[in-house]
Structures are given as structure tokens and as C-alpha cells.
């Protein structure tokens, strides 16, 4: 079992930075690739980025640029620093961590850009 803890959404203006935190407890050396989804009202879950265990990294289309995915292995913990924000990146992110038998999700932490 892991147990994944988020924290640092909140409300901040366009073009303003938010960092998200993801912090694992459990089974953590089964960890693997970490990553971030975002899911607005209405819409599937999509990825936003992830970092392997190896700290190679993918993003979507829409936040290369302007978010950095890092992960601290020491403290078993992930990071999604985003940046130039947008209206658009309102939605709830979650963390997500892939170990060798499946995947677990984090609550959400809800992110909300005003124009």
C-alpha cells in the first residue's frame, strides 16, 4: 500500500505560479513513475506530467514551459511547479505513483486561476 498526501493548490491570478506537492508514505520503495492529472468540471483526467524513478520526464502539450516536474527521492516526495499560469489550468490535480502492482491516486488538491 502507499499513501499519497498533496498539498499547495489554492486560488491565484493569471500568470501567477502555484507549487503542488505529493508526499508518499508506505510501500515506497516500489515507487516507480510519479506524476500529476488535472481533471476540470466535465472533462477525463488528463496527464499533466511525470517523472520516472530515473528522472526522465513528460509533460502535456499545453503546460511544457511553464510547469517543472521534480521529485526529491530522499523524501519521497513529488513536485509540480507551474508557472505563467492560465485560466484553463483551473481543475482539481491529482498525484499519482505507479508501483510494479497497479497505481494510487492522492485525494486532489484544487487548482484556480482567475482571469
Known amino acids: 500500500q502507499v499513501q499519497l498526501v498533496e498539498s499547495g493548490g489554492g486560488l491565484v491570478q493569471a500568470g501567477g505560479s502555484l507549487r503542488l506537492s505529493c508526499a508518499a508514505s508506505g510501500s515506497i520503495s516500489s515507487i516507480n513513475v510519479m506524476g500529476w492529472y488535472r481533471q476540470a468540471p466535465g472533462k477525463q483526467r488528463d496527464l499533466v506530467a511525470r517523472?520516472?524513478?530515473?528522472?526522465?520526464?513528460n509533460y502535456a502539450d499545453s503546460v511544457k514551459g511553464r510547469f517543472t516536474i521534480s521529485r526529491d527521492n530522499a523524501k519521497n516526495t513529488v513536485y509540480l511547479q507551474m508557472n505563467s499560469l492560465k485560466p484553463e489550468d483551473t481543475a482539481v490535480y491529482y498525484c499519482?505513483?505507479?508501483?510494479?502492482?497497479?497505481?494510487?491516486w492522492g485525494q486532489g488538491t484544487q487548482v484556480t486561476v482567475s482571469s
Open positions: 517523472i520516472s524513478s530515473g528522472g526522465s520526464t
Open positions: 499519482n505513483v505507479g508501483v510494479s502492482w497497479g497505481a494510487y
